[in-house]
């Protein structure tokens, strides 16, 4: 009996382990249930493979091939699907709402022209070229806020906007070597950029304009790069984008977004016109980035509250110039003198003279009056403190028009008050040049009938200031009443 209960159990345990061990039901059925437990897609080897690893391994090397060849396939099948743009992401995905009436390269403004589009995009910068699926022709665009002017464009490289091809072989659409969720900002530093007047007005503040609805989720693709160009103002671009700039012209990679934009937006010298902006942004907001960008600490010109301070003193700063390069101030130091007579702390800079931005930014913030010759230099007037003033000398030569475009009108916007000053003949150095019958100074007009390039050599180039004290405290003392300071005596 005990012999027959032992045979027994040894039955029950040899069913039970082939039960284990065993597939219940075919291998559709099994498939069939792993796929409705793991929706996940599940890779196959090809029979070949399976029927070669199940062989005496006479063919190892071959099946070493073909393994690597299988891995290879499904590896690049699963960085295409990483890789390349899926519709319904790229439309998830598109910051921009193209308006169907308008046309995909349109006039902005009378200086600018951009170029919209969502969907497939295709971005090859080496060639300059943009593929869009949802383009029906091709366009052509320069992204530089000077459209009309011939010389500047002719720095500024030509970009094309394609519709994406459907083709095979060598008419296919490029494949996708990089993929970003962004929109795509292509803008040029070519044109006139060195100028800090032209670096803002055409480049830096349009960029604002048109980067901003974005909220940082934008890559700037700058064509026409300039290394040094871009080491001096990189802290803006980081301002409004979460993203790297990238040298576009030197790029070899295939980028793709779902949306991008070309060409910047220009309103107007060095300012803002918030009824022409998506998001209602200013010049004022432009100028809070600016302190953000370059941790300036002053949002208005407000004296400090101790009263043993010496910011309790309201501080002038001077931009100095070289008297080899036009408008320079032959009195300088009588000048910072007189200023500090009124009780002011007079500083004097040149911001030619420095490659720190950043540094000059808050030498100008932690002033409460700028003084300045006509100039790019007057463009520092973008770091001043709210409630400063800012003082123009306008050389001398009929040109109250250019200060007025350039610095006065701005000015307004920043919140900074302006003031003028504008230089007499006999202010001026131009009256040692030329004989006092001469036109250059009997008929300023007469030279700027000659053109734009007879004025600037003449009246910009050519001409050092020396202002009458006595007239420039008169303008001194005004700012001084302007201020929260008041006079200190």
Request: hydrophobic letters at 40%; one cysteine or more; charged letters at 25%.
């Amino acid at each position: 009996m005990a012999l027959l209960a032992l045979m027994l159990c040894s039955l029950v345990a040899l069913s039970l382990i082939r039960a284990r061990f065993s597939p219940i039901g075919s291998t559709a059925g099994a498939e069939a249930a792993i796929k409705a437990e793991d929706p996940k897609p599940v890779v196959v080897l090809s029979e070949a493979a399976v029927a070669t690893e199940a062989g005496d391994g006479d063919g190892a090397d071959e099946v070493a091939a073909v393994a690597a060849e299988e891995n290879s396939k499904v590896e690049e099948d699963k960085q295409a699907e990483e890789v390349q743009p899926k519709p319904e992401h790229a439309a998830a995905a598109a910051a921009i709402t193209v308006d169907a009436s308008k046309p995909v390269c349109y006039e902005t403004s009378r200086r600018s022209d951009t170029c919209e589009a969502a969907g497939d995009v295709r971005l090859l910068g080496r060639s300059q070229t943009i593929y869009v699926d949802t383009l029906e022709q091709e366009w052509k665009a320069r992204p530089y806020c000077r459209k009309h002017d011939k010389f500047a464009l002719s720095h500024v490289k030509e970009w094309t906007l394609k519709p994406l091809p459907s083709g095979d072989g060598d008419g296919a659409a490029p494949r996708c070597t990089t993929n970003s969720s962004a929109t795509a900002f292509v803008l040029s530093t070519g044109g006139f950029t060195g100028n800090p007047f032209h670096d803002y007005t055409d480049v830096l503040i349009p960029a604002f304009i048109t980067a901003h609805r974005f909220g940082g989720e934008v890559q700037f693709l700058v064509s026409s790069y300039k290394s040094w160009w871009m080491s001096r103002y990189i802290q803006i671009f980081q301002q409004m984008s979460r993203h790297e700039v990238v040298d576009i012209d030197a790029d070899d990679e295939v980028r793709c977004y779902p949306s991008v934009v070309v060409g910047p937006t220009f309103h107007k010298e060095l300012g803002v016109d918030p009824s022409k902006t998506p998001d209602g942004v200013s010049v004022v907001d432009f100028r809070k980035m600016l302190r953000s960008a370059f941790g300036l600490e002053r949002a208005t010109a407000t004296p400090s509250g101790d009263r043993w301070d010496i910011r309790r003193r309201p501080r002038l700063l001077i931009i100095s110039r070289r008297a080899s390069r036009g408008r320079a101030f032959m009195n300088e130091r009588a000048m910072a003198d007189m200023a500090g007579s009124l009780g002011f702390d007079v500083r004097v800079g040149d911001p030619e003279m420095t490659s720190d931005t950043s540094k000059f930014a808050r030498l100008v913030n932690s002033c409460d009056v700028m003084v300045g010759v006509h100039g790019a230099g007057l463009t520092n007037m973008v770091f001043l403190p709210a409630g400063a003033v800012l003082v123009q000398v306008v050389p001398y030569g009929r040109l109250e028009w250019l200060a007025r475009n350039t610095f006065a009108e701005p000015s307004a916007g920043m919140e900074v008050h302006y003031l003028e000053y504008v230089v007499q003949l006999d202010e001026t150095t131009l009256s040692e040049q030329y004989p006092s019958d001469h036109p250059v100074l009997k008929d300023p007009m007469a030279i700027h009938k000659q053109g734009w390039d007879a004025l600037k050599t003449t009246y910009l180039d050519k001409q050092n200031v020396r202002p009458h004290l006595g007239r420039l405290k008169n303008t001194f003392l005004k700012a001084l009443k302007m201020l929260p300071h008041g006079r200190v005596d």
